[in-house]
């Protein structure tokens, strides 16, 4: 059915955009949906961007046509096991970090669940009544916000004796770049956390994830007077200031305040020498 391109990275960023559309695609085949009621357009699509992303090349026949429905669904089918395996394959793994005291935290890093999520948009609108990188009108609601990450990696940061979510992270797909796989990492940690390092965790977990998830860099965002997080983006190796906008967003007192945006190159050393 495919074969094996082995100088291709596994997974790209664009087949995580593709993967939801894959598994409800998949979940029609496999509960005896009439393939004939499905966008052969939509399926172009879905093929194309494996073709195009992932370390599967479909035979030429995949792509011609839709005579060949079942082969079609089959691959389709497999797409959708490949990108559950490697979300699978990344999480869940105990990491530390060390706080100011020089206390070690075991700490557990997972996918997020539903309820995470919605944790997740309190710890923002918190930090957001705060000053503490995020702005007042950063999200209408939380439907908004559900929307702004739905195809992104959502990882969170999990006490590993209490169970508790300390921080958490989202690999976004980023509005900076135009049709290239390149990463939008979002950063929170919970008010009463602040000062154990991880800040520092969840960036340094974005550059090593984004990378095996396949983006080929990263750029990140934050207010220019979010001083914690300046500090950690600028301790980054390679993680370098490529630009500013005067007006980033608003505060909880009205006033405006500018950000700053930096970018990581995620390619290989070989890639780097040729682009």
Known sequence: MYCRAPSVSLLRAQAGLAARGIQHLAALFENGEDINRINAEDVSYLLAVAKDTLDIVPKPRMLSGFPHSRTTFTFITMLSKESRRMSAAIVPFVTSCQSRDGKEHLLLVDAMTDSQVSETYGMICCAAQQGQGFGVDEYADEAEFRAEIEDGYRFAIIEKDGGQMVAAFILAVSKYSRGCPVADPFIIVRSDQRGKGLGRLCMDLCVELAGRLGFLGMYVDTFSNNTAMLNIIRSVPGLNQ???????????????????????DLRAKEDNATG
């Not at 490529?242 to 990581?264: A, E, N, Q, R």
């Open 242 to 264: 490529v630009g500013c906008l005067p007006m980033g967003g608003v505060m909880t007192d009205g006033s405006l305040v500018g950000t700053l945006i930096f970018y990581k």
